[in-house]
Protein backbone atom coordinates (compact mmCIF):
# COMPACT_ATOMS: atom_id res chain seq x y z
CA UNK A 1 0.00 0.00 0.00
CA UNK A 2 1.51 3.34 -1.03
CA UNK A 3 2.16 5.92 1.46
CA UNK A 4 -1.06 8.09 1.93
CA UNK A 5 -3.45 5.56 1.27
CA UNK A 6 -6.45 5.51 4.04
CA UNK A 7 -7.05 2.13 5.75
CA UNK A 8 -10.39 1.13 6.40
CA UNK A 9 -11.19 -0.32 9.46
CA UNK A 10 -14.33 -2.57 9.99
CA UNK A 11 -14.87 -3.23 14.12
CA UNK A 12 -18.58 -4.74 14.23
CA UNK A 13 -19.98 -4.13 11.50
CA UNK A 14 -19.17 -0.34 11.83
CA UNK A 15 -16.60 2.31 10.15
CA UNK A 16 -14.32 2.84 12.64
CA UNK A 17 -11.97 5.22 10.67
CA UNK A 18 -12.65 7.48 7.72
CA UNK A 19 -12.07 6.26 4.28
CA UNK A 20 -13.11 6.74 0.65
CA UNK A 21 -14.92 3.21 -1.01
CA UNK A 22 -15.71 2.94 -4.41
CA UNK A 23 -18.98 3.78 -5.69
CA UNK A 24 -21.53 1.29 -6.07
CA UNK A 25 -22.04 -0.48 -9.23
CA UNK A 26 -18.67 1.07 -10.30
CA UNK A 27 -15.81 -1.58 -10.87
CA UNK A 28 -12.23 -1.36 -10.67
CA UNK A 29 -11.40 -1.18 -14.11
CA UNK A 30 -13.44 1.41 -14.32
CA UNK A 31 -12.10 3.54 -12.44
CA UNK A 32 -8.61 2.53 -14.25
CA UNK A 33 -10.19 3.50 -17.44
CA UNK A 34 -11.15 6.91 -15.86
CA UNK A 35 -7.81 7.52 -14.60
CA UNK A 36 -6.51 6.92 -17.67
CA UNK A 37 -9.03 9.09 -19.71
CA UNK A 38 -8.34 12.22 -16.90
CA UNK A 39 -4.59 11.74 -17.33
CA UNK A 40 -5.21 11.67 -21.14
CA UNK A 41 -6.57 14.77 -21.02
CA UNK A 42 -4.17 16.48 -19.17
CA UNK A 43 -4.74 15.50 -15.36
CA UNK A 44 -7.91 18.42 -14.86
CA UNK A 45 -11.56 17.86 -15.44
CA UNK A 46 -12.91 21.71 -15.04
CA UNK A 47 -15.52 22.33 -18.04
CA UNK A 48 -18.27 20.26 -20.09
CA UNK A 49 -15.03 19.79 -22.69
CA UNK A 50 -13.47 18.05 -20.00
CA UNK A 51 -15.50 15.42 -18.72
CA UNK A 52 -16.63 14.44 -22.43
CA UNK A 53 -14.00 12.95 -23.16
CA UNK A 54 -13.18 11.25 -20.04
CA UNK A 55 -16.47 9.85 -20.61
CA UNK A 56 -16.11 8.44 -24.07
CA UNK A 57 -12.95 7.22 -23.57
CA UNK A 58 -13.56 5.53 -20.05
CA UNK A 59 -17.19 4.34 -21.63
CA UNK A 60 -18.94 6.26 -18.18
CA UNK A 61 -21.61 7.77 -18.06
CA UNK A 62 -22.06 11.32 -16.50
CA UNK A 63 -23.40 9.77 -13.44
CA UNK A 64 -20.44 7.25 -12.96
CA UNK A 65 -18.01 10.03 -13.63
CA UNK A 66 -19.27 12.21 -11.03
CA UNK A 67 -19.18 9.70 -8.64
CA UNK A 68 -15.55 8.44 -9.22
CA UNK A 69 -14.53 12.05 -9.23
CA UNK A 70 -16.32 12.06 -5.71
CA UNK A 71 -14.56 9.26 -4.88
CA UNK A 72 -11.14 10.34 -5.78
CA UNK A 73 -11.72 13.78 -3.64
CA UNK A 74 -12.50 11.76 -0.67
CA UNK A 75 -9.86 9.20 -1.14
CA UNK A 76 -7.30 11.73 -1.31
CA UNK A 77 -5.98 10.96 -5.12
CA UNK A 78 -7.92 14.27 -6.57
CA UNK A 79 -7.87 17.92 -5.19
CA UNK A 80 -10.39 20.64 -5.75
CA UNK A 81 -8.69 23.60 -7.84
CA UNK A 82 -9.72 27.22 -7.06
CA UNK A 83 -11.16 28.31 -10.12
CA UNK A 84 -13.31 24.93 -9.77
CA UNK A 85 -13.20 21.12 -10.99
CA UNK A 86 -10.26 18.81 -9.98
CA UNK A 87 -7.37 17.39 -10.73
CA UNK A 88 -5.93 13.95 -10.48
CA UNK A 89 -2.65 13.44 -7.99
CA UNK A 90 -1.80 9.87 -8.62
CA UNK A 91 -0.84 7.62 -11.24
CA UNK A 92 0.13 9.46 -14.25
CA UNK A 93 -0.97 12.49 -13.02
CA UNK A 94 0.66 13.00 -9.42
Known amino acids: MK????????ALGLLVTGCALPPD?????????????VASIGCEMVHESDYLPVELQAGLTREQT????????????????????????TGACA
Do not use: M, N
Open 3 to 10: LGQKICVF
Open 25 to 37: GVSQEQIAAYETA
Open 66 to 89: LAITKYQLAADRAVKLPEGGVKLT
